[in-house]
């Protein structure tokens, strides 16, 4: 008798199936990000004794001030170099926008294609097909993120060990929840609008936002409000890399994540299922 | 016997868009009710309710005596479902799409999956989107049938099928209507529901316009006759009979086409009075019952489907 067990175990959930899905592209985002993190790591002994460099560079202030960039010692520290490639830079825009396509795809994305409706067939509540899209999208950032750590870990020696146990674990879990935050939202606005290209232009357009803001403010004294409204603020303003864990920063993005997830389930279950 | 689907009074607007307006229809254990009208009438809405999607403007809507927006997940585990646009992972094989939707509905056993895919002749081992449009149709009817549910509900189902497959599809519904189980399918391919159903109901705009048995329904068909005679005879003689609808003189000269609505004796009886030379006559089936109720709304709707 054929069973369900002739059923491969990834296959047997949302949650799995999910994670399943990405089995293609995952590869990509993360050997992308990996790639930019190695490269950067090994920039770093050539970049760490010019002082000349750093001189020019300080003629440069306020441009770098857009950057994140403190200081223009800071560019060539090994926290100061890692952050403005990975962290305050094309890094965590890579992050939020893989968050942004997993959030979109899960609800408005799976709607768009019409595959909802025999989803929503099953005797499965809506609250749970959220759920288990979302704790997809978590352990696959936890998954990026991971392996992003495991890069710093071993390429400390090359940065003179200058990085810190806790700075990397920090930088991770900051990353992981910027990208929490970014992929709860497309979540949620997909669970109340169900359509696929808003739910996208929403979430890209606060993702390119938020980080033209969170930059702009440090030189323009009169927008230093709009940092606040941006995930890369709470992330990056304690930097976490060089100081390790600030846990009243990171908090408001694990809270504003969860109360979008919870924007999400109730937007998802209580409306019409149009495809 | 006990009723499978209970729908009370049933209203259901998009916005201000119509879905469906006052809705009353009851379907019974064992029998194949067939649910028909032109597209946009809203079948497909009232089927999306029936299946929690949709949520009532006003209303009620029992399945199995539970309420279909409380105990969804209850009425999910007994039903099977096929949409009218099926849509799946363009990217997985049958096998893995049924062996997913197997899982999630915690059915164990898949021989049943198996016994109709090779029913259906359908190779369960390419992708998705590889299929022809005949082929993932199959994978949606193996999809809703595979757990052996106690009401299927169908949304055009054979509208893809080959003619082969099609007969092959009615044979499964009669054996699930043997079975003891429900089915309530929607068409607007009506040679099909006459085939199938047992009993039909016949939505217009948004509205029940009647409920009905087939057979009822046969009976009070219009039926096109044309009749042959030895000698041209003329249309006057039968303007007169009640049961005559329609009367004209066909292209040979010798022969007029009836449209007879209900019994055939007036008319038979009017024609004895000539020579005969041939009788020829398109079995009253719903398309003829269909022109009746269409009549003043041939091109159709324009509310949501």
Redesign the interface.
Known sequence: ????A???PV????FG?TIW?RRRSMPWWIGGLAFLLIVTILSYPSFKDTQGLEDLFKNMQPMLAMFGVESAADLFSPVGLINARMYESIGILVIGAFAISMGTAALAGEED???M??L??????RRSIVLQKHAALTVLLIGINAFLAIVLFVGNPVLDGLLSVQGILAANVGATLVGFLFGSLALAIGGVTGKRGMTNGISAGYLAAAFFFNGIANIVEGLKWTQKLTPFHWFSRADPLANGFPMGDFAVLLVVGLVLVGVGLWGFDR????? | MPAVIEIKNLTKFYGTVRGVEDVDLTVYQGEIFGFLGPNGAGKSTTLRVLVDMLRPTSGSVTVFGLDSRVDSIAIHRRIGYLPGELAMYDRMTARQMLGFFASIRGLEDLSEMHKLAERFDLDLDRPFRSYSSGNRQKVGLVQAFMATPELVILDEPSSALDPLMQQEFYALLDEVKEAGRTVFLSSHVLPEVERVADRVAIIRRGRLVATEHVADLKARARRSLDVTFEEAVPVEQFAGLSSVAEVHPLPDGRSLGFVVVGTMDELVKALAQHRVRNVSSSNGNLEDVFLEFYADDSDGDTGVA
């Open positions: 008798m054929p069973t369900i002739t059923v491969i296959l047997r959930s949302i199936k899905e294609r019409g595959t409706e025999l929503l067939m099953q005797p499965i509540s409306r019409d299922v149009v495809v």
